[in-house]
């Protein structure tokens, strides 16, 4: 009778193991081995870049358990896809914690070392992290000692970045820094983009026909430049929006308040217009 009981506890245990197993680690695999790159060019000719967005690691407010859940799972889905789907660059599009904008600077010292902890990579991949309202708050929050302590952080800029990666330019913004009011965060960020709009226009151009473009040393083939940011560019609503992983229905038709949820119309023609 005693034999059968511990037969049954080992089974039980056995199952439970697996299921363990199955939840917390071969799942990821079993998901994420369907996903492929696409077709039809050479490693040479293509670059592999992943997107991602809004991780919101939780800070001090959140509760441990939630934490412990949601970072877990991040860690595994995030490594399981390097392991599988092997980036060259990985892009993450804002709000990487979700109480920067006042988080103590040891709180978010804590945050941050879980965030290199749960998207830590090889020196073979570049990562990059564009500023979320979440990670130093809306414009009239925002300081110069959050934006300093985020860009230390983590590999970001505090306004414009230009980013070259083989044949590709990517251009990051500061969601944030396009208020229009002029202010030190703002007119940085707008004479960057400038800057880096006459660079382009100079690549374009094959480096001729423009005086300005004597002046660049660093002269690259142009590319189209993909543009990344936090916030969507100026629109009503999600109406438009279709697909697998648009919002969901009883939400697309929400208005978007501007500058908080999407930028306003002038900053969009903007950016658009200065980046291509």
Known sequence: MASLAWKRAAQLLSILVCTLVYNEFLVYYI???????????????????MLISDPHLL???????????????????????LYLLKPEIVFILGDLFDDGKWSSDAAFQQDVVRFHKIFGHSDSIELISVMGNHDVGFHYMINSH?????VK?????????????????????????????NCDMCRKAEEKLEGISRQLQ???SRWEGLESCDLYSDKFLYSPPILLQHFPMYRES?????????TPEEYKYDKFRVKMDCLSPEASEKVLVSSM
Do not use: Y
């Open 59 to 81: 800070g001090p407010t959140g509760h441990w358990w939630d934490r412990l859940r949601r970072e877990w799972q991040m860690q595994r889905a995030f490594q399981t896809s």
């Open 238 to 246: 999600d109406s438009m929006c279709e697909g697998p992983d648009s």
């Open 146 to 150: 959050k934006l300093e302590r985020f």
């Open 153 to 181: 952080a983590v590999n970001s800029s505090d306004s414009v970045q230009h980013i070259r990666h083989k044949n590709l330019s990517f251009v990051t913004v500061n969601s944030m820094a396009f208020e229009g009011d």
């Open 31 to 49: 998901v994420l081995s369907n996903c492929r790159w696409p077709h039809g060019l050479s490693q040479t000719e293509s670059t592999h870049a």
């Open 202 to 204: 100079c690549a374009e």
